[in-house]
């Protein structure tokens, strides 16, 4: 019962922006948005997390929208070793049963093209 | 910080051998995690310690399945007579839990093939 919708595949061209959306409109006032990434062979890399207010770090920006039913993950510049399955994840901000664990999909494939 | 490590990285056995995978988490990370991953998934979780306490279980650790934390360190992953299902990467994650659980850092996995 994956909470995020994602787009399977995308292109993006080396030095460009990647701009990764995801739809989460079941969101809850107490769920935080979190991107990771996988990188062939490697384990996930954590990217970036939100709650409401955009935020930005040395890797991407995230991008939430007003009504926090959709968001943006954004690589400001890709580089060919960006090249990864991106995967968006709501998760609860409290503690508690079920609050632990991270409920990946199956994330987007992105492809950096040189 | 040298990461999270997990051994073997990969392991071949034979359907009906039992197996076991450690992690050793980043050392000030009170807690632990264990994913499954198969081919074309993304990673599902199994099991969550905080320090030595085994918090949460996922349906999909099933009895022949078992997960130990002695002394809130490293975590060992047994599966008893494997079987070919059981065959993906076994992912070991750790935090150090804050207020709002705190990022995840990720081992590299150890590949599990039962033949």
């Known amino acids: 019962d994956a909470k995020t919708t994602q787009p399977t595949s995308m292109d993006c061209a080396e030095g460009r922006a990647a701009n990764l959306p995801c739809n989460h409109s079941?969101?809850?006032?107490?769920?935080?948005v979190y991107w990771y990434r996988q990188i062939h062979s490697q384990g996930p890399q954590y990217i970036i997390h939100?709650?409401?207010n955009n935020e930005t770090n040395e890797m991407a920006s995230l991008i939430i929208t007003e009504d926090r039913k959709s968001s943006t993950l954004i690589l400001p510049h890709a580089t060919l070793r960006d090249t990864a399955v991106y995967y968006c994840?709501?998760?609860?901000?409290?503690?508690?049963?079920?609050?632990?664990?991270?409920?990946f999909g199956k994330g987007t494939k992105l492809s950096v093209i040189p | 910080d040298t990461g999270v490590s997990q051994n073997p990285r990969h392991k071949i056995t034979k359907r009906g051998q039992n197996v076991t995978f450690r992690c050793d988490p980043i050392?000030?990370?009170?807690?632990l995690y264990w994913y499954r991953q198969t081919l074309g998934q993304g990673p599902e979780f199994l099991t969550y310690?905080?320090?030595?306490?085994?918090?949460?279980k996922s349906r999909l650790l099933s009895d022949r399945f078992s997960a130990e934390r002695p002394k809130g360190s490293f975590s060992t992953l047994e599966i008893q007579r494997t079987e070919q299902g059981d065959s993906a990467m076994y992912l070991c994650?750790?935090?150090?839990?804050?207020?709002?659980?705190?990022?995840?850092?990720f081992g590299e996995g150890s590949r599990l093939t039962v033949l």
């Open positions: 994840i709501v998760r609860s901000a409290y503690s508690g049963a079920g609050s632990y664990q991270l409920t």
């Open positions: 050392s000030e990370h009170n807690r």
């Open positions: 939100g709650l409401k």
């Open positions: 310690f905080q320090n030595e306490a085994q918090l949460e």
């Open positions: 994650a750790s935090s150090l839990g804050l207020a709002d659980h705190g990022e995840l850092f």
């Open positions: 079941t969101i809850s006032g107490n769920e935080y």
